[in-house]
Structure formats: structure tokens, C-alpha cells
């Protein structure tokens, strides 16, 4: 029980772990070879995908090279969100939700087009079958 109620309070999750992007800085596509390790811990520190985020946050440090960026960035820290787990489970326990109560209701105006399409799908499945 101990267990159980470290990992709900206290335990660090994977979404915690990544990084995130900084603002206005998309991945145009991910390259895994062909980086020196300064720009793969430049990567690993900002949580950028490719050569030009990098680059764009060269340029938004204003500096000319890797090695002065690895200098003023700091290593990612994962945090522990005690208190906001605390409040979500005492909410619980009350009888709140964590998400909307109606969200399955306003899901269920928007999907009978896509029931629709399932069904047409199905349908074209079932003749290639036969």
C-alpha cells in the first residue's frame, strides 16, 4: 500500500522527463546520425528534434556557437508535482473529476460521422472478402 501510494504522490512520470519545445521551435524531421555529441546534448537539454531547432535556439540566445549554448543551458530537471497530485486525489475523494463529467456526451454529437465512414469501411472490407 506504501508502494502504491508513493508512485501516485510522489513518483516522477515520463511526461515529466521530456523536455518541452520551446515556443515557435517545430521538428521539420528528425536526424539521428551524422550529429556530434554537443548538438545531441544541445538536443537532449531542449528537447529539439533536428539541425534547426538547434539553430533557432542559437539564435535566440545569441550565440555563434554549440559550445557557448551548452554553456548557458542547464540540464533538463524532471519534477515531482506532490501538490498537484495531492489536490487531484482529494478531489477524488470528494467526488470530483479530473476531466470534464459531460466529455463522453459532447464526444458523442461529433461522432456519428465517423461511425459513418467505420461502417463504409467495414462494408468495402467485407466484399473484398467475399
Same mark, same amino acid.
Given at each position: 500500500?506504501?508502494? @502504491?501510494?508513493?508512485? #501516485? +504522490?510522489?513518483?516522477?512520470? @515520463?511526461?515529466?522527463?521530456? &523536455?518541452?519545445l520551446p515556443r515557435g521551435m517545430l521538428a521539420t524531421h528528425y536526424e539521428a546520425g551524422s550529429l556530434t555529441r554537443k548538438e545531441r546534448e544541445i538536443m537532449a537539454r531542449l528537447g529539439t528534434r533536428d539541425r534547426q531547432g538547434i539553430k533557432a535556439a542559437m539564435k535566440r540566445?545569441?550565440?555563434?556557437? &554549440?559550445? #557557448?549554448? +551548452?554553456?548557458l543551458l542547464e540540464h533538463q530537471k524532471p519534477r515531482r508535482r506532490f501538490l498537484y497530485r495531492l489536490k487531484m486525489a482529494l478531489g477524488r475523494l470528494a467526488g470530483g473529476y479530473s476531466k470534464p463529467p459531460h466529455i463522453k456526451e459532447i464526444k458523442a454529437v461529433f461522432q456519428p460521422r465517423n461511425r459513418e465512414i467505420e461502417d463504409r469501411l467495414k462494408q468495402i472490407v467485407r466484399s473484398y472478402d467475399e
Open positions: 500500500m506504501l508502494r @502504491n501510494l508513493w508512485f #501516485a +504522490l510522489l513518483a516522477i512520470r @515520463n511526461r515529466d522527463r521530456i &523536455p518541452k540566445h545569441k550565440v555563434k556557437t &554549440p559550445d #557557448a549554448l +551548452l554553456e
